[in-house]
């Protein structure tokens, strides 16, 4: 079991980006590490500091439920695709284990899901 996110443009042709759950909460954290905080530590992670002391563009999908919650907008995509590519361009000047080669695949995935979204003006779902 695990999720998938993808376009809202009702084509099934169209890039998509998937994880298990386990997968996914990783994922997420090395982007939250990257930023300069601890997931755990954040509200809607088990941790009581509150978003609002957050300054990153990541918020959105940092902060987006696991699978369901809200589509992210098109504008949404677009404020986080930059972020996303300079961390991914980061990522692939560090030596890396395995893991991190799989979460740079990953990131460029879904930047190539993000970009469609920004091109086709469309939400990102989370399923």
Known sequence: MGLVLFPGDADN??????????????????LAETEGFVLTEMSSFGGERPWSEMSTVLKPFLDHPDAGGDNLSPADCAVILPRLEAIIDQWARESGDQHLQQHIADADQLADVLRLCIEEDVPLTFL
């Open 13 to 30: 042709g169209s890039p998509d980006v998937s994880w298990s759950y386990s997968g996914f909460a990783t994922f997420r954290r090395r």
